[in-house]
């Protein structure tokens, strides 16, 4: 999300050089830059100049660690003061409530309300263990009521039936009825959106508000719009009493500038990242940890725990007792570490976790590693059972007939074959003690083009 802010963070860090304690000619000129880089992310102006008078006089405060180089305590303090105007702590969902616990979703046309209303229900249903039901109070678009029809089977989740017609009130006080018969844990109420937040749609959701007195309310923003995301937040906010925002479509913005700006000009906490137009590209936002991805430090905490989720564990133990027992690792395998690589998500969302992924981004963007992945499995898919177990069995003629199944020239199958190769020798040295479990999941989560050559 911050790729730009990233790399002119790491320019202005290079250019503080020398020893001992930061001088204030290098605190000015590097301020000047940081300066020019927020506002280039279309951070707000009043949140950019509160921000570097902070960094300043904190930079040249008593209280930095002489051990270490200029550029180092420069970048400690911006990593604090961004966590800061990130807003701190993170801030969890509240549902401590007599359940069901409501959820009101408010937001503009198209910035994502019923996409998240899917994500945020399936989050609460697999991660909270909740039982939701979801309901639409948009009773003007017939398409918004069956989109979260739709997204709510998908998802898993209990759709309450509303129909054009008739009163969002109404209908929310039907559901919530219905969801106190059902024990239900949460309802989400789903709202319809307007192009602007004008008069008629904060009456309705005052009312809405009023009649349900939601422990959350959620304003969906579009994080692409930038600075503009945290006026329209803070408009609505000063109407109703928002809890929290959930910042949308965050993998197509590459500024920032909206995560920047809301806490400080909203006063309200970002609650959620929605990092993708699937059901599961939610993401908690933890202030500390954005904070460290800007610097280009990765999100290595956030990686590990998204691996966690997503990876088959049953699977991964079955690799790993394999290994142990020095089976050895097959073609089969290694299209497992595969598939469980798509699982992850998108590649980017993975390289912006990792350290100084911004500019391996930068590098790799001609590099289309999902499309990769799937052409590693198409042709291990048109492999025999033996030949997968059997990778030597797999010469000439057996090249031909692979690649001809997979659509693919010779040439790639043998890429393929050398990758697994590399993959198995790795698999070998780390096999047994912790270390080993680490690099065997990123082994296998690199795509094959960012594998090592032998
Ligand atoms: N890339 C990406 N797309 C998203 C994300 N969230 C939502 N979208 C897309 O944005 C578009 C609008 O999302 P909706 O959920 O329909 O928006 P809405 O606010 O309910 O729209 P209205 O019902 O018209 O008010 C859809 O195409 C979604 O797939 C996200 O986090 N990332």
């Known amino acids: 999300m911050f790729e730009n802010l990233t790399t002119r963070l790491s320019r202005v860090l290079d250019s503080i050089r020398g020893q001992g304690r930061l001088t204030e000619d290098q605190v000015n000129a590097a301020a000047r830059e940081l300066r020019m880089a927020l506002l280039e992310a279309d951070v707000a102006l009043p949140v950019v100049k509160e921000f570097i008078d902070k960094v300043k006089v904190r930079a040249l405060g008593a209280e930095i660690l002489q051990s270490l180089t200029p550029g180092q305590q420069f970048l400690k303090v911006v990593q604090q003061e961004l966590t800061e105007t990130l807003g701190g702590n993170a801030e969890p969902l509240n549902l401590r409530q007599q359940p069901p616990a409501i959820i009101l979703m408010a937001g503009l046309q198209g910035s994502g309300k019923t996409t998240s209303t899917g994500k945020l229900a399936l989050w609460l249903k697999e991660r909270e263990k909740k039982n939701v039901v979801v309901v639409s109070a948009d009773v003007y678009r017939p398409a918004a009521i069956e989109q979260l029809r739709i997204v709510a089977g998908n998802v898993g989740v209990e759709w309450f039936p509303s129909e054009v017609g008739q009163q969002p009130v109404a209908i929310a006080q039907a559901a919530l009825a219905h969801a106190k018969k059902q024990y239900a844990d949460v309802l989400i109420v789903d709202t319809a959106g307007r192009t602007t937040v004008d008069e008629a749609m904060m009456k309705e959701i005052a009312e809405l508000h009023a009649a349900l007195n939601p422990v959350e309310t959620l304003f969906v923003v579009d994080s692409m719009t930038g600075q503009d995301a945290a006026k329209t937040a803070k408009a ?3 109407a109703l009493p928002l ?3 959930i910042l949308t479509k965050v993998d197509g913005d590459s500024r920032g500038g909206a995560a920047l700006s809301v806490r400080q000009v909203t006063g309200r906490p970002i609650k959620f990242l929605g990092v993708g137009e699937k059901s599961d590209r939610l993401e ?3 202030p ?5 991805r800007i610097i280009g430090q990765g999100d290595v905490l956030g990686l590990i725990e998204e691996t966690a989720r997503k990876v088959d564990h049953e699977k991964a133990q079955k690799l790993a007792e394999k290994l142990k027992k020095n089976k050895g690792f097959d073609l089969a395998d290694f299209r497992e570490q595969m598939l469980q690589m798509q699982n992850m998500g998108s590649m980017q969302s993975i390289l912006e976790k990792l350290p100084g992924g911004a500019q391996m981004q ?5 590099v289309d590693a999902e499309k990769q992945i799937r052409r590693t499995v198409a042709i291990i898919n048109s492999m025999t059972p033996q030949e997968r177990r059997f990778p030597d069995l797999i010469k000439a003629s057996r090249k031909r007939r692979i690649a001809a199944g997979a659509g693919v020239e010779v040439q ?10 590399t993959t198995k020798d790795m698999m070998k040295k780390f096999a047994g003690g912790g270390m080993a479990k680490m690099m065997r999941s990123l082994a296998g989560r690199l795509p094959p083009g960012m594998m090592p050559r032998r």
Do not use: M, P
């Open 243 to 245: 809890t929290g925002v």
């Open 288 to 292: 500390d940890r954005i904070a460290n």
């Open 236 to 238: 609505f906010g000063d």
């Open 284 to 286: 908690i936002f933890h």
């Open 412 to 421: 790639q199958v043998n890429q393929l074959l050398r990758q697994y190769e």
């Open 362 to 366: 930068e590098q790799i963007k001609s």
